[in-house]
C-alpha cells in the first residue's frame, strides 16, 4: 500500500531529469514548505537535475498559494515542471491558468481538499479522494523525504538521506504534526541526523546556543525553529531558506543574531495583538474575532494560537488590507476551522489549511457576515472529543 500518486510523481520528476526540463520549486514560505523544496531540491541534484527556480509566494502581498502575480513573474520560465508544497490543493481556479501559460502542474500538500482536485494535475495528498494509505497527517516535507526515497533509489545513500530525513524531521516538529505512526520515525531520524549535520546553519546554531545552555534536546530544536521562523525575506528567500543553505559558519552566525533579534522583536509585536484583542473581546461570545489594519499578518498564527490556549475557543484574526482582510485561524482540540469555514464558502476569497490551524481571505464588505456565520456555526455544533 502507497501514497497515492507517489510513485506518479518519482516517475515524473525522473523523466524531467533525463530529458532536461526547466524545474520550479514552488513552497509556501513557513519551515514546512521550504524543508519540502530543499529536500527536492537536494535530491534532484543528486539525480544530476537542476531547478531552473525556487520560489515563496509573499502571503501578504500575493495571497496564499499558486498565485497570479507569480504565475506572471515565473511566465518567462515556460514551459516548464511546476511543483508545489504545502501549498496548491485549492487552487481549482489558478492551476488552469497555469497549464494555459505552459506549466505542468505537481501539487504535494497535506492540506483538506474543499472544493475538489485542481485539474489538469497530478496530485499527492494523503486527504484526497481515493488515497487508501493509512496514515494522513504528513507534514508536506515528510511526503517529500517519502517521494525522493522513490525518487533516488538506489542513489539514497545513507549520508544523504541523513541530509534529507534531517530537514522532513525539522519540517514535522514546526508544522506541529502528531508524532505518531510514520512521524515517529520522520522525527526520530530526523532528530539524530540534526545532531550530526553538515549544514553550516545548523551546525553554526548548536555551537553557538546563543538562547544559553540546555540539556534538552528537543528544547533546542525548539529554539532553532524559532530562529528559523524569522520572517526576513530577501530577493524573495525566507530567512530560514538562506540559513539551511549558508555555505560558511561565518555568515551563519551573523545571520542567527539578526534572526534572534527580530526573533524579539516579533515577540512584543505579538504580544501588542494579544492585549489589544483581549480588551475588545466579548467573554460569552462563542468565538474570538479580531482584527485591525495595525495587526501584522505575520504574527497572527501566534497571536491566535495563545488565545485559543488561553480562552479555549475558536480564534480568528485578520489584517485589514483595506478592500481585503487576510486572517490566521487557530482552534483549540475538538473543532474544526476549516469545516467551520466551509459554511461560509459562499463569502470568502479564499480559505484552508488543517481543522486546527487555517486561514482565510475575504472582501471587508462581507467579513462581518462571515463572522455572524462562524459564531452561529460554533453555537450549534458540539466540540468533538
Keep these: 500500500m502507497e501514497i497515492k500518486n507517489l510513485k506518479k510523481a518519482a516517475q515524473r520528476l525522473q523523466k524531467a ?10 513552497g509556501d514560505a513557513d519551515l514546512d514548505g521550504i524543508t519540502s523544496a530543499l529536500i527536492l531540491q537536494e535530491a534532484l541534484k543528486n539525480l544530476g537535475g537542476q531547478v531552473a527556480a525556487c520560489y515563496f509566494p509573499d502571503r501578504e502581498k500575493e495571497g496564499y498559494g499558486i498565485t497570479l502575480a507569480a504565475l506572471e ?21 489558478e492551476v488552469p491558468l497555469a497549464h494555459k501559460a505552459g506549466f505542468e502542474v505537481l501539487i504535494i500538500d497535506h492540506h483538506e481538499v474543499i472544493k475538489g482536485l485542481p485539474k489538469p494535475a497530478l496530485v499527492v495528498d494523503p486527504k484526497q479522494e481515493g488515497d487508501t494509505y493509512p496514515f494522513k497527517e504528513f507534514a508536506t516535507c515528510g511526503l ?13 545513500t545513507d549520508s544523504v538521506k541523513k541530509s534529507l530525513v534531517e530537514l522532513a524531521g525539522l519540517g514535522t516538529i514546526a508544522d506541529m504534526m502528531p508524532r505518531k505512526e510514520d512521524n515517529i520515525l520522520i522525527v526520530e531520524e530526523g532528530y539524530e541526523a540534526l545532531f550530526e549535520s ?4 545548523i551546525r553554526t546554531f548548536f555551537d ?3 538562547f544559553g545552555k540546555t540539556e534538552s534536546r528537543s528544547q533546542l530544536i525548539d529554539q532553532m ?23 560558511s559558519t561565518e555568515e551563519a552566525r551573523v545571520m542567527i543574531e539578526e534572526f534572534i533579534e527580530k526573533n ?15 480588551k475588545r473581546m466579548v467573554s460569552k461570545d462563542p468565538i474570538i474575532f479580531e482584527g485591525d489594519t495595525f495587526f501584522e499578518y505575520e504574527l497572527l498564527g501566534s497571536a491566535s494560537s495563545i488565545l485559543a490556549r488561553e480562552y479555549d475557543k475558536p480564534v480568528f484574526l485578520y489584517k485589514d488590507l483595506g478592500d481585503m482582510s487576510l486572517g490566521s485561524v487557530r482552534t483549540p482540540d475538538g473543532y474544526n476551522s476549516v469545516e467551520a469555514m466551509k459554511a461560509s464558502d459562499h463569502l470568502l476569497h479564499t480559505y484552508g489549511g488543517h481543522p486546527h490551524a487555517s486561514g482565510f481571505r475575504i472582501e471587508n464588505s462581507k467579513r462581518n457576515q462571515f463572522r455572524d456565520n462562524l459564531r452561529e456555526y460554533f453555537k450549534n455544533h458540539e466540540r468533538t472529543s
Design 17 to 26: 531529469v533525463k530529458d532536461k526540463e526547466r524545474v520550479i520549486l514552488y
Design 225 to 247: 525553529i524559532s530562529v528559523l521562523n524569522a520572517r526576513d525575506a530577501k530577493d524573495g528567500m525566507p530567512a530560514a531558506w538562506r540559513l539551511l543553505t549558508v555555505s
Design 198 to 201: 553538515w549544514r553550516p546553519g
Design 208 to 210: 553557538m546556543q546563543p
Design 73 to 93: 513573474k515565473l511566465k518567462p520560465l515556460s514551459p516548464a515542471l511546476l511543483v508545489s508544497m504545502d501549498l496548491g490543493i485549492g487552487n481549482v481556479e
Design 264 to 278: 524579539r522583536v516579533r515577540k512584543e509585536k505579538t504580544r501588542s495583538i494579544v492585549e489589544e484583542t483581549r
Design 144 to 156: 517529500c523525504f517519502r517521494l525522493a526515497e522513490l525518487l533516488l533509489g538506489s542513489q539514497m
